[in-house]
Antibody, heavy 124, light 109 residues
Framework: QVQLQESGPRLVKPSETLSLTCTVSGGSINNYYWNWIRQPPGKGLEWIGF???????SYNPSLKSRVTISVDTSKNQVSLNLHSVTAADTAVYYC??????????????????WGRGTLVTVSS | DVQLTQSPPSLSASVGDTVTITCRAS????????LNWYQQKPMRAPKLLIY???TLQTGVPSRFSGSGSGTDFTLTISGLQPEDFATYYCQQSHTAPWTFGQGTKVEVK
């Protein structure tokens, strides 16, 4: 079955760039929207942004100035870059898929498949 | 952003109980049916239970049900099972940025 796996450095220094990759295995990256969502320790969930396999992106305005999401269909990978990080960016970062659509082909924007998540700590 | 308020923040229940969690959207404008529910266990990723307010995700037991429209929604677990003790989140998918409620923790009584 399709699985998502996040990978990347677990420790990032303040002011540097957090870079993560989500590798999709057991299925194609095509025809879906791929999202990044984060969860600070002990807190709730925050949607960071999405990328469509075609390259279309949308970001949370609260992070838009610092976020870049990209896709490499040849490698079945989606990447997240978060620039100028601070301690407030310490969180478990998840990649998640959107694949439920209504009868008009519009996504329901619910996240039906998630990676296991990776904890990234911002600290010097 | 659309703010979602879940209640209660936590509850205690026993196996076999029926549990109801509510989620209310902040804005006076309706989010129609675009409300989703997730279950999260410690150290695990969230799991989609219900989308579009009342549609059960494939593979989710039928004891989970959702209802509501507009600004008020509920998640009901009928006949709580041991594996259902977890934290539950609602998420709106009507207006970007997609936002989540703060969570409701279902604990053992």
């Amino acid at each position: 079955q399709v699985q998502l796996q996040e990978s990347g450095p677990r420790l990032v220094k303040p002011s540097e760039t957090l870079s993560l990759t989500c590798t999709v295995s057991g299925g194609s990256i095509n025809n879906y929207y791929w999202n990044w969502i984060r969860q600070p320790p002990g807190k709730g969930l925050e949607w960071i942004g999405f990328i469509h396999y075609s390259g279309t992106t949308s970001y949370n305005p609260s992070l838009k100035s610092r976020v870049t999401i990209s896709v490499d269909t040849s490698k079945n990978q989606v990447s997240l870059n978060l620039h100028s990080v601070t301690a407030a960016d310490t969180a478990v970062y998840y990649c998640a898929r959107v694949s439920n659509y209504d009868s008009n082909g519009y996504p329901y924007w619910c996240f039906d498949l998630w990676g296991r998540g990776t904890l990234v700590t911002v600290s010097s | 952003d659309v703010q979602l308020t879940q209640s209660p923040p936590s509850l205690s229940a026993s196996v076999g109980d029926t549990v109801t969690i509510t989620c209310r959207a902040s804005q006076s404008n309706t989010i129609t049916k675009y409300l989703n529910w997730y279950q999260q266990k410690p150290m695990r990723a969230p799991k989609l239970l219900i989308y579009a307010a009342s549609t059960l995700q494939t593979g989710v037991p039928s004891r989970f049900s959702g209802s509501g429209s507009g600004t008020d929604f509920t998640l009901t677990i009928s006949g709580l099972q041991p594996e259902d003790f977890a934290t539950y989140y609602c998420q709106q998918s009507h207006t970007a940025p997609w936002t989540f409620g703060q969570g409701t923790k279902v604990e053992v009584k």
